[in-house]
């Protein structure tokens, strides 16, 4: 039995490998997709971030004046909002259409021979070229206002390659899930909208009540929104040792996800 | 030969549930709790496919076919039994799958090369082979939006074809586009065959299936019911959908044509059942040219009426009227008949027009024409289809006898 899972999960990379025209086609397709018959192209994927920016830096900040305690920075509150914010809609994206990938593609899936995961990679590769647009930007924009990046920014890659594969793991299971019950989807978008308010994104934890901190502590994301939020005002590198669970549990959950993946993946075409 | 695909007892069983709620409770109880229903949409299918033998599967909508496909393309596994395939299988289930109709014909076709697992380089050295087949010119350039869907299909047929696979499938894609292009696809898929691609052709149509098949295989109701030569294995096919038919003439009429049916008269006189018979007067749906049909319209009357007329009337499938009369211009016997009386009328013709799918209207009314005393007129009554018999090819609606003489011319 274990012996069988990894050999189909070798398979799976395999298939994967043998694809990653289709995958890589795929992605761009979508990126073009999106802007195509537009005059300004692929800008449009430059000006939303810019202006998403501007939004909670110069109005947040400058003219509503929120201030966060403890930074003396007057951006400083928009600029903590985008370092939680930013990762966190990239999170967001990827789990929340995880759920309907297979039902999108139902027709590709039930005419085409080719091998089913390609498409969580799909999402999972396009979501990445999606953030790291927007986090470009945000780069820019901390240059241009003289806030040079330290090199504790080269953490944000290992973190957020945790939360995306949190995300992914999640994901492939319950896009499998919903062929089945299309209730999973719609649970996935209200799961969501609290799980972003249990998260400190966008008030800092030290407003909280002891026994909320104590609570919290319990979301994966806590831990890695803080560390972004650390990486950015202050340029501190995070405390890895605080990460060992959230490895463990990632690890888990793509486990679990894998096997629920492949129990499911041969009636998932008979289903949709 | 050796085979190239064998399959053993396949089988196929889709789960039925009553109810989304039902499925989550056989799902919480790890299938304790169980309600749904067994569905076999395959019941212990084997047969094996030599390499380069071009096999094709026929059946009526619903008997499996799709679902042998989707195994076959290993879209879907079966429930029991295996499968050994010995080759690249390339299918072409869905001609235009996954095209984006905001995308170029160019890159779409690039990317239903790579959906066939082809990469970069192979793609770049293709693609001037799929733009001169397809011979779409500057067009292959536009988006596929500005495409017409004949356009759609020459691109999708030129990109899925553009490499010999060991093992083709197709599902009824060869009807598609002009005469021009389909016989252009046919004669790709006829060089594959000879370049040794084993077929596997599935298809409503006899006459393809005649053309294209060294042997055919009847599935019914999931049960491979016949192996044979495509000539035996369709004589059994029409027959059993003859007998089908004649308990649901209307209905079928519909659902072939997606067209009303319209029957209208004063009742008078009525057609009580109208049947298609072959030579030796069993029900057919579908005849070689040439071959003797039998009309037969049993009409009840239900008023006293002198000597009135029947007629039959022969569309193709444009509604393009090929041939009609009646008893009128037939100069049958002048007879009275009374209220309630039974009355069978027999056309027997040699069909001498060319291979497509026609209707039959009949209609009973008083004179030459039913424009004055209309009793009962019933449009597109049954369907037929005429297939490649065996006297010479010709193209047309007509078949003509003709005679040739070719001899050298002396000058003088």
New interface residues.
Partial sequence: MKNEFWKWFGSRLFALWRYRGFVFGMVWREFHARYLGSLLGSAWSVLHPIAMIFIYTVIFSKIMRARLPGVDDNMGFGIFLCAGLLPWSFFSELLGRCPNIFIEQANLLKKGNFPRITFPVVLFLSSTVNFVIIFTVFLLFLLVTGRYPDWSFLAFVPLLLLQQFLAMGLGIMLGALNVFFRDVGQFVGIVLQFWFWFTPIIYPVTILPQFARELLKFNPLTQLVLSYQQIVLFGNWPQWSLFKAHILFVITTLLISFVVFRRLSAEIVDEL | MKNILETKNLSKK?KRYPN?WS??AE?LTAGRYRTHEERWALRGVSFEVDAGEAVGIIGQNGAGKSTLL?IL?????PSKGNIKIGGR?S?L??LG??F?P??TGR?NA??AC??A????EQ?EQLLPAIASFSELGDYLDQPMRVYSTGMQMRLAFSASTVVRPEILILDEVLAVGDAYFSHKCVNRIRTFKEQGTTLLFVSHDPGSVKALCDRAILIDKGILIRDGSPDAVLDYYNAMISVKRKNEEIQQVESEFGATVTRSGDGRAYFENVEMLDENDRPARAFRVGDTASIRCDVISNASLESPTVGILIRDRLGNDVFGTNSFHLEVDKEIYKAGENIEATFTLPLNIGCGNYSLCVAIHSGDTHLQDNYDWWDQCLAFQVIPGNSFSFIGLASLPVELKVQRKHKK
């Fill in positions: 889709y989304q499925r989550f799902w989707k393309t290993r879209t879907t596994k299988v299918a289930l869905e799958m996954g984006h905001d995308f890159e690039i990317m790579r959906m697992g082809l990469n970069r793609i």
